[in-house]
């Protein structure tokens, strides 16, 4: 008799630890284009994590822990903001891309994240602007763009190392490639 209560509690455990519905997902976002303000609610505890990505200028918000459970959504926006793109980043991250239109970019140090609570944030973006084609040490990811025909100078001092490299970890995302570096 005990042993049957045993066996069906841990088969109930297993079945409900491993219920995708029981993860942490993104429960709802909404960009307001009229504020430039995405609105971030899931169904527990996160902390985005974000990084501001150069040609084409992007917005990139991970939701370590969080579970889309969707295939990718895409809400179109227009102007300087050309679109926002959710979706399943690796099995434990949700990723958020705000995409600027070409010619566009977006002051790191004016992006506001609010933590309304644990689980509901909003993300304020300052009004992109006009990239200026000068060059000046703060602007150097401005000077060469997809459409121009300036060529990169490459170094003729190579270092190199006998033997191989091996790359492991590579995920493709569709912003590109991610390699994991995994150190012990």
Known sequence: MKLEWLLTGTVGTVLLLSSPTWATSLSSWRFDAGQNRLEINTTGNVQPKAQLIFSPTRLV????????GRPQ???QVGG????????QFDPQTTRIVVELAPGYT?????????GVTPRRWTVQLP????????????????VVTLDSDAKPEFSENVVSAA???????VQVTGDGFFCADKRE
């Open 80 to 87: 300087a903001i050309r679109a926002v793109r959710v979706g």
């Open 61 to 68: 918000i991970d939701l370590p822990g969080i579970v889309f």
């Open 163 to 169: 033997g191989s490299t091996q790359i492991e970890n």
């Open 106 to 114: 977006l002051d790191p140090q004016q992006i506001k994240f609010v």
């Open 73 to 75: 959504s895409i809400q």
């Open 127 to 142: 009004r992109p602007v006009a990239e200026t084609t000068e060059s000046s040490p703060d602007s150097v990811y401005n």
